[in-house]
């Protein structure tokens, strides 16, 4: 059987202007890079505001385990699928980060006969996006210390400045450091450290902008830091938010590409599933919508992140309205959160199976609260037996719902076909009535409680004076209408990333909450959140290389 990276280089592309014109763009709205990707012009994308929006379908997950789930090779397989059953469909997914690449996952683009490509300059460079928001994130840090030497006219406390730097790649040593280290003519040395880009909040801002002047309005927004009295300076007071903006001008315009299918696929954007909402650009979502009569997108980690805040954050504040909710889960994974360890899962355990389903029965409950129907895509491995497929799916009906059985890591769209066909059956049927979580006017502890409540099945919140004090402060200061975006373990219900299956009753500790005004919500804390991870052992870029031909190896 091919590998993955055997599969990829065996795909026939068709020229990126070809696959536009499958949606209707006209080759002068495309700026191509290279053959086989592109860019939408903004001014293309703003002539299609009249037009009609399509259907949309969230591709979600169970809580991730070693095991696997598969989220982003069925959004793939299911977009060929839709497209094979005669629908005129796209997928919308997130850019791969440098840092997974070359430390544990490699590459995420797909697997099998469900992958988007070209594969290596979608896991590498590709249209220079993340390196666009690590300048502009930068040259914020830049214009700080520089005003600051210069007299620090707007009293700038160097003591609470929160705004770090960012690079695109896992380096502990760069969590916390001394700069300005060196003399009177370097500046003043002060405590700071890097994050990954994937958790800079440009890169939120630049996934739920509208448009260039929207875009401009939050990145002017964002606080850098306080004065000695704890009021806000921000970048706009930096006079910082009109050359980022231009740092991002072309970044802000979505990439189209293809799957191995030769069907049309944007990739735009990639937040943290964590710190920020997970999910790919409003940009590309919102272009794909007018283009195409579906659009499947997913969101990061399992559904009580991903789903949550793809929901509650991006559905909101971009007005988009689902129409089906499709949850992956794996036999594999399943008996993983029934109790087999891992390097058990390859035999036959329909007991175990059964008493992880819980995990998957708590996803689709939580997932009804927010009015769209679900579907249960079972991602189907080799090892899986007729036995346990049955046990999944006799499950998922007393649930409710349909559990269809989806071979497209071998078999690509002809492995979806049943999956696209109830896909189209449950949007057909119309009967999702969406509404988010919570109401805007909650407050923001409220906001956390109903969330762990509801969707954690916590007994209680715990946090701290000093928390709830932070949290009535900025309600006072006019953000007590801003969604939450939770950051905890994505391995549990609970912050225990060791606690499988649906625990209930747990407490959620919020150990802080931070504030990202550009963005648009309240980032709660809950637990150890990493936003600059480090290399494993043996990291994944020990493995890449070029070959004698000059092909890259390693990055699967």
């Known amino acids: 059987m091919a590998s993955d990276i055997e599969i990829a280089r065996a795909a026939r592309m068709r020229p990126i202007a070809e696959i536009g014109a499958r949606l209707?763009?006209?080759?002068?709205?495309?700026e191509s890079y290279g053959s086989?990707?592109?860019?939408?012009?903004?001014?293309?994308?703003?002539?299609?505001?009249?037009?009609?929006?399509?259907?949309?379908?969230?591709?979600?997950?169970?809580?991730?385990?070693?095991?696997?789930?598969?989220?982003?090779?069925?959004?793939?397989?299911?977009?060929?699928?839709?497209?094979?059953?005669?629908?005129?469909?796209?997928?919308?997914?997130?850019?791969?980060?440098?840092?997974?690449?070359?430390?544990?996952?490699?590459?995420?683009?797909?697997?099998?006969?469900?992958?988007?490509?070209?594969?290596?300059?979608?896991?590498?460079?590709?249209?220079?996006?993340?390196?666009?928001?690590?300048?502009?994130?930068?040259?914020?840090?830049?214009?700080?210390?520089?005003?600051?030497?210069?007299?620090?006219?707007?009293g700038i406390d160097?003591?609470?400045?929160?705004?770090?730097?960012?690079?695109?790649?896992?380096?502990?040593?760069?969590?916390?450091?001394?700069?300005?280290?060196?003399?009177?003519?370097?500046?003043?040395?002060?405590?700071?450290?890097?994050?990954?880009?994937?958790?800079?909040?440009?890169?939120?801002?630049?996934?739920?902008?509208?448009?260039?002047?929207?875009?401009?309005?939050?990145?002017?927004?964002?606080?850098?830091?306080?004065?000695?009295?704890?009021?806000?300076?921000?970048?706009?007071?930096?006079?910082?938010d009109g050359a980022m903006t231009v740092l991002l001008k072309e970044a802000m315009q979505p990439n189209l590409v293809q799957t191995l299918e030769n069907n049309p696929a944007f990739?735009?954007?990639g937040p943290f599933a964590n710190i920020a909402h997970g999910c790919n650009s409003?940009?590309?979502?919102?272009?794909?919508?007018?283009?195409?009569?579906?659009?499947?997108?997913?969101?990061?980690?399992?559904?009580?992140?991903?789903?949550?805040?793809?929901?509650?954050?991006?559905?909101?504040?971009?007005?988009?309205?689902?129409?089906?909710?499709?949850?992956?889960?794996?036999?594999?994974?399943?008996?993983?959160?029934?109790?087999?360890?891992k390097d058990a899962l390859g035999k036959e355990d329909v007991a175990a199976l059964t008493r992880g389903c819980v995990n998957l029965g708590r996803h689709i409950e939580n997932l009804r609260l927010f009015g769209v129907p679900v579907v249960v895509a079972i991602n189907h491995f080799v090892s899986d037996t007729d036995a346990e497929v049955a046990a999944i799916q006799a499950y998922a009906a007393e649930q409710g719902v349909a559990a269809v059985l989806c071979r497209h890591w071998a078999d690509g769209s002809a492995g979806t076909e049943k999956l696209a066909e109830k896909v189209v059956e449950i949007v057909e049927a119309d009967t999702a009535r969406f509404a988010p979580l919570y109401e805007d006017a909650l407050p923001l502890f409220d906001k956390i409680e109903t969330i762990a409540r509801k969707i954690y099945r916590a007994g209680e919140v715990v946090a701290d004076k000093s928390v709830r004090d932070q949290l009535a402060k900025?309600?006072?200061?006019?953000?007590?209408?801003?969604?939450?975006?939770?950051?905890?373990?994505?391995?549990?219900?609970?912050?225990?990333?060791?606690?499988?299956?649906?625990?209930?009753?747990?407490?959620?500790?919020?150990?802080?909450?931070?504030?990202?005004?550009?963005?648009g919500f309240i980032v709660a804390i809950c637990g150890e959140i990493m936003t600059m991870p480090g290399l494993p052992k043996v990291p994944s870029a020990n493995h890449i290389r070029l070959d004698d031909n000059g092909q890259i190896e390693g990055l699967f």
Not at 24 to 30: E, F, N, Q
Not at 45 to 57: A, E, H, M, N, T
Not at 474 to 486: I, K, N, Q
Not at 505 to 515: D, I, K, Q, S
């Open 474 to 519: 900025w309600e006072a200061d006019g953000f007590g209408h801003l969604p939450v975006c939770m950051a905890k373990t994505q391995y549990s219900f609970s912050t225990d990333p060791s606690l499988r299956g649906a625990p209930e009753g747990h407490a959620v500790p919020v150990r802080e909450v931070r504030l990202s005004a550009g963005a």
């Open 282 to 341: 409003v940009m590309a979502t919102k272009t794909a919508l007018k283009l195409a009569d579906y659009v499947v997108t997913e969101a990061g980690f399992g559904a009580d992140l991903g789903a949550e805040k793809f929901f509650d954050i991006k559905c909101r504040k971009a007005g988009l309205s689902p129409s089906a909710v499709v949850i992956v889960a794996t036999i594999r994974a399943l008996k993983m959160n029934g109790g087999v360890g």
């Open 158 to 240: 160097q003591r609470r400045i929160t705004w770090r730097r960012v690079m695109d790649m896992n380096d502990r040593a760069l969590r916390q450091i001394v700069s300005s280290l060196g003399g009177v003519a370097n500046g003043f040395p002060r405590e700071s450290g890097f994050d990954i880009t994937v958790a800079s909040e440009i890169m939120a801002i630049l996934c739920l902008a509208g448009d260039l002047a929207d875009l401009q309005t939050r990145l002017g927004n964002i606080i850098i830091g306080y004065r000695r009295d704890r009021t806000a300076v921000t970048a706009r007071d930096l006079e910082a």
């Open 24 to 30: 209707g763009i006209p080759p002068d709205a495309l």
């Open 36 to 154: 086989t990707k592109a860019k939408i012009r903004s001014d293309f994308i703003s002539s299609l505001s009249p037009r009609p929006d399509g259907k949309l379908v969230l591709v979600t997950a169970i809580n991730p385990t070693p095991a696997g789930e598969g989220k982003t090779t069925t959004t793939v397989g299911l977009g060929d699928g839709l497209n094979r059953i005669g629908k005129k469909a796209a997928i919308c997914l997130r850019e791969p980060s440098l840092g997974p690449c070359f430390g544990m996952k490699g590459g995420a683009a797909g697997g099998g006969h469900a992958q988007v490509v070209p594969m290596e300059d979608i896991n590498l460079h590709f249209t220079g996006d993340f390196h666009a928001i690590t300048s502009a994130h930068n040259l914020l840090a830049a214009l700080i210390d520089n005003h600051i030497y210069w007299g620090n006219a707007l």
């Open 267 to 269: 990739i735009h954007g």
